[in-house]
């Protein structure tokens, strides 16, 4: 029985960060709202995005254009459409320790491919227009 309880305790931990609470739609967009939140991936600039009024946001990838959209609550999941992209993509915002991490959701289901969220800030993002400098 001992050994059944342990096996049970590591499948549970590998499928969900321990003490790694989901933020509530509200609790995100108290937050991001008016700011600029920048994420990395395994430690390496991934990409930015800043949060505008009306749950519209702008996304941009390291060294990529911006990419207007906007987000909503979907249960506890907050899920982006950007404009050339309408497929809904749904993140579980998570606290962890001192800091947040926004974890991937595909079929009300964590994937596993987690961002973490490095700094928030007040300034926007550079977003150069189109054809700058021609």
Do not use: K
């Not at 987000?71 to 309408?86: K, M, N, S």
Request: proline fraction near 10%.
């Amino acid at each position: 029985m001992p050994r059944t309880a342990a096996l049970m305790t590591v499948l549970v931990l590998a499928t969900a960060p321990a003490g790694a609470e989901i933020v509530s739609p509200d609790a995100f967009e108290a937050l991001a709202q008016g700011r600029t939140l920048h994420f990395s991936l395994d430690g390496m600039p991934f990409g930015a995005e800043q949060f505008l009024p009306g749950r519209r946001s702008l996304w941009r990838f390291v060294g990529g254009a911006c990419e207007p959209g906007s987000w909503r609550a979907e249960g506890e999941a907050i899920c982006f459409v950007y404009d050339r992209e309408p497929t809904p993509m749904c993140w579980h915002f998570r606290r962890e320790g001192e800091g947040y991490a926004a974890w991937l959701v595909e079929d009300g289901a964590e994937t596993g491919f987690r961002l973490a969220l490095d700094a928030i800030g007040p300034a926007p993002l550079p977003c150069p227009g189109p054809d700058v400098g021609s």
